[in-house]
């Protein structure tokens, strides 16, 4: 039988069932508040410090996104909002904002139909948007925007959907 050494003023009783439940309830409660208390300030270094790695894995990439941001924040100062949108949409994506128009590049000198500028435009659009940035959200929009003008144009034309085109966005315009 074991020996166990009991300090003075300390009184050892048996307890009910339902006295046992309760205390177990009780720890099991400061022991997951303690679990949470200490995840806590854990997860929040881990949150900043995986933030502060990759900001400064991709500084330069989001140096230029924000000297480019500024650039044509100072180009665009003064005009309206629309203004300014269309300025830089038509400048990004060198197209007509306009959906009821298809740029009038003839490529290669060939006369092509409405609906063959307005795709030949579209292929264009997707092409500059493999090449815009990771950060570049300004420019994305802009080009989304513009490709959303383009289905619209194309319908109000009577043109068919190109095979690209997936239905969910061209149901949209």
Request: hydrophobic share 35%; net charge negative.
């Amino acid at each position: 039988m074991p020996i166990a050494a009991i300090p003075q003023g300390v009184e050892i009783r048996k307890i009910s069932a339902v006295q046992k439940r309760a205390l177990d309830e009780l720890l099991g409660k400061q022991k997951e508040t303690s679990l949470i208390e200490t995840l806590i300030p854990s997860l929040t270094l881990l949150t900043l410090g995986l933030t502060g790695a990759y900001i400064y894995i991709k500084r330069d990439t989001i140096k230029g996104s924000l000297e480019d941001l500024e650039r044509r924040a100072k180009e665009y100062a003064g005009q309206t909002v629309t203004e300014a949108f269309t300025t830089f949409g038509e400048t990004v994506t060198g197209g007509a904002f306009d959906p009821t128009q298809p740029s009038t590049i003839q490529p290669g000198g060939v006369d092509l139909t409405v609906c063959q500028q307005y795709e030949n435009d579209l292929i264009e659009l997707r092409r500059k948007e493999d090449d815009v940035g990771e950060f570049d959200y300004l420019t994305k929009f802009a080009i989304g925007y513009n490709k959303q003008a383009k289905y619209q144009g194309m319908k109000a034309n009577g043109c068919s959907k190109p095979p690209y085109v997936p239905q969910n966005d061209w149901d949209k315009a």
